[in-house]
């Protein structure tokens, strides 16, 4: 059975950092994208950020660029999510997903239950 | 960036009726590579349906997507007390960011 679990957020002041972890099992986690996709208190979804099979690709939204770097360790099982200078809009539940396939492009088949991130003084 | 426009924001329907929701694409998508996520209340999304039509693993057929280009729908043939949620759109074939969607509501009359 596919898990993905997520850990790391809580409550942070605007302008510091945050590392969120997702650990992954049931898969050969090293054959899928894996994505972060974030949901702001009573909004919809938002992509953040994915990363490649070997970690060589790697894509962020707009609003995240030059402040979150996805990252993952294959060896480990894991994904994470280094979140520096943190703003009041990045409050969220952030969610850790696998890709449906192997081959891309492909949808999110499969979701953490999500961590949440507060960032206010 | 791909922007995807849902309509309606909110369905008001009852067991057993109907759902169609659209979502509607600012430019092409490539290769109809178009999802279709169903959320409930304080759970993550769930896929539905991928590649615009496929159904994913364990969805039931009530359950069906159509469209392709710039124009999707989704289809809830009859709807079950279990259906009731909000679902999300996303494209996944142009280059990054792989968008939402703004949600539709589908509650209860």
């Known amino acids: 059975e596919v898990q993905l679990v997520e850990s790391g957020g809580g409550l942070v002041q605007p302008g510091g950092s945050l590392r969120l972890s997702c650990a992954a099992s049931?898969?050969?986690?090293?054959?899928?994208?894996m994505s972060w996709v974030r949901q702001a208190p009573g909004k919809g979804l938002e992509w953040v950020a994915n990363i490649k099979q070997d970690g060589s690709e790697k894509y962020y939204v707009d609003s995240v660029k030059g402040r979150f770097t996805i990252s993952r360790d294959n060896a480990k099982n894991s994904l994470y999510l280094q979140m520096n200078s943190l703003r009041a809009e990045d409050t969220a539940v952030y969610y850790c997903?696998?890709?449906?396939?192997?081959?891309?492009?492909?949808?999110?088949?499969?979701w953490g239950q999500g961590t949440l991130v507060t960032v206010s003084s | 960036e791909i922007v995807l426009t849902q309509s309606p924001a909110t369905l008001s329907l009852s067991p057993g009726e109907r759902a169609t929701l659209s979502c509607g694409a600012s430019q092409s998508v490539s290769s109809s590579y178009l999802a279709w996520y169903q959320q409930k209340p304080g759970l993550a999304p769930r896929l539905l349906i991928y590649d615009a039509s496929s159904r994913a693993t364990g969805i039931p057929d009530r359950f069906s997507g159509s469209g392709s280009g710039t124009d999707f729908t989704l289809t809830i043939s009859r709807l079950e007390p279990e259906d009731f949620a909000v679902y999300y759109c996303?494209?996944?074939?142009?280059?990054?960011?792989?968008?939402f969607g703004q949600g539709t509501k589908v509650e209860i009359k």
């Open positions: 996303q494209q996944y074939g142009s280059s990054p960011p792989w968008t």
């Open positions: 997903a696998r890709d449906f396939e192997g081959s891309s492009p492909s949808p999110l088949g499969y």
């Open positions: 049931g898969f050969t986690f090293s054959s899928y994208w």
